[in-house]
């Protein structure tokens, strides 16, 4: 079976910090790899994604994830970020259906 | 429409009262999912739909959960019964493609259900 860790469940940063958040995962076989993010009062949304290719996936708002395929890691990063990157994050593995992590909330100082 | 559209927004309800929650996805899609979201949790995967076909509906908690989607479209999740522990965030997802392996799904902004 498919499963999802997030490790960092609040991660606190000041703004044009360095951001990384960690995601493993657990499947033997081929698997398509997503970071959603919820913004507060918002709907969830499709920050990138990951099916094949080069293994550095760049998605919305400077994000980019990079997979590595021997370490079952689909860590998200950012290189400086800001106040309204404040959300919770979750990675997600889709092998059908979506598995999700069990999110990071991300907060921003000003 | 242009996104998925869940409603009520929000929803109170006795225990022991059943409840229904709608979801309208986008024009089109042909899968449609259905999670539960308890808080401080990830969504977990309750139920998925290729048109009106309900093929998997193996995360449904109890035989008090109750899905359809009669004409492909719209779908409705029932939850007959309630107890306290269905409070959580029902969320609704569809995608264009057949259990959107690749191009992931679009959430609707969910269904807050309490229960007291």
């Known amino acids: 079976a498919q499963s999802v860790s997030q490790h960092n469940h609040h991660v606190i940063l000041s703004e044009a910090a360095s951001l990384e958040l960690g995601c493993n995962y657990s499947?033997?076989?081929?698997?398509?790899l997503f970071w959603y993010v919820q913004y507060p009062g918002q709907h969830l949304q499709l920050l990138l994604k990951y099916f094949s290719g080069d293994p550095l996936v760049k998605g919305i708002k400077g994000f980019e994830a990079e997979f590595i395929k021997s370490k079952f890691s689909f860590n998200l990063r950012k290189p400086s970020v800001q106040w309204s990157d404040t959300a919770e994050y979750f990675c997600a593995v889709n092998a059908y259906p979506i598995i999700f992590g069990s999110g990071t909330r991300l907060s921003i100082r000003p | 429409g242009a996104g998925v559209s869940q409603s009520p927004r929000y929803k109170v309800a006795k225990r022991g009262q059943d409840v229904a929650l709608r979801c309208d996805p986008i024009?089109?899609?042909?899968?449609l999912f259905w999670y539960q979201q308890a808080l401080g949790q990830g969504p977990e995967f309750l139920t998925y739909?290729?048109?009106?076909?309900?093929?998997?509906k193996s995360g449904l908690p109890s035989d008090r959960f109750f899905a359809e989607r009669p004409e492909g479209s719209v779908s409705t999740l029932k939850i007959q019964r309630t107890q306290q522990e269905d409070s959580a965030v029902y969320l609704c997802?569809?995608?264009?493609?057949?259990?959107?392996?690749?191009?992931?799904?679009?959430f609707g902004s969910g269904t807050r259900l309490t229960v007291v």
């Open positions: 739909f290729q048109n009106e076909a309900q093929l998997d």
């Open positions: 024009s089109g899609h042909v899968s």
């Open positions: 997802a569809s995608s264009l493609e057949d259990r959107g392996l690749k191009a992931g799904y679009t």
């Open positions: 499947y033997g076989g081929t698997v398509n």
